[in-house]
């Protein structure tokens, strides 16, 4: 029985958008988008969330096209933790 609590298995979300803040210390802002279908009209429609990133190195730029995983809480609104670096914002 301790066993099988020991050896669970953490599969963590990972969601990608765009950087759209980072003016805060180690934390950024990362706009997610997601297309759902109306329940009535069945049009496909836009929802998008905003969600605090825990970025340790300020390596990440407003624009900037990133991969970020959820984590434990961090702070009272930060429970993701930057994965990677998808784009850069200038193309570069």
Same mark, same amino acid.
């Given at each position: 029985?301790? +066993?099988?609590?020991? +050896?669970?298995?953490?599969?963590?979300?990972?969601?990608?958008?765009?950087?759209?803040? #980072?003016?805060?210390?180690?934390t950024i802002t990362v706009r997610v988008e997601r297309r759902v279908k109306h329940p009535?009209?069945?049009?496909?429609v836009r929802k998008s969330a905003k969600l605090h990133a825990h970025d340790e190195e300020?390596?990440?730029?407003?624009? #900037?096209?990133?991969?970020?995983? +959820?984590?434990?809480?961090?702070?009272?609104?930060?429970?993701?933790?930057?994965?990677?670096? #998808? +784009?850069?914002?200038?193309?570069?």
């Amino acid at each position: 029985m301790a +066993e099988a609590s020991v +050896e669970r298995q953490s599969n963590p979300r990972t969601v990608s958008g765009v950087v759209v803040s #980072d003016k805060m210390n180690k934390t950024i802002t990362v706009r997610v988008e997601r297309r759902v279908k109306h329940p009535v009209y069945g049009k496909f429609v836009r929802k998008s969330a905003k969600l605090h990133a825990h970025d340790e190195e300020n390596t990440c730029q407003v624009g #900037d096209t990133v991969t970020v995983v +959820e984590c434990r809480p961090l702070a009272k609104t930060k429970t993701w933790m930057l994965k990677s670096i #998808d +784009e850069r914002a200038g193309g570069v």
